[in-house]
């Protein structure tokens, strides 16, 4: 396994676009809410999107979660407790921005 600089920047950023992409659907999620009530009028369309945002929610978080760290190889915002908003490796303490 490749453990290059390349290989832990390119990590890191996977990881970055991951808590973005958790953070955006959260914030999207009263918008995208209010927006869809007033495109449809059926309440089981928007229940049914609403319970597909959630689950999307859910995978997000998850993913962000259970991010491998490019250098440590361990979770990389689970040490001896979990922080998803930590600027670094709860293990290694490797920063999450770059070396
Ligand atoms: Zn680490």
Redesign the pocket.
């Known amino acids: 396994m490749e453990q290059g600089k390349g290989a832990i920047e390119s990590g890191l950023r996977r990881i970055r676009i991951r808590r973005w992409v958790s953070y955006g659907l959260f914030v999207g999620w009263l918008p995208c809410g209010i927006a869809v009530s007033k495109v449809t009028s059926s309440g089981k369309i928007d229940m049914t999107l609403a319970l597909v945002y959630m689950v999307a929610i859910l995978i997000s978080g998850v993913m962000v979660g259970f991010s491998i760290?490019p250098?440590?190889k361990?979770y990389?915002f689970m040490g001896t407790y979990t922080n998803t908003f930590s600027a670094k490796?709860m293990?290694?303490g490797?920063p999450l921005s770059g070396e």
Do not use: H, K
Request: charge should be positive; hydrophobic fraction near 20%; include cysteine.
């Open positions: 760290c250098r440590c361990q990389f490796c293990n290694c490797l």
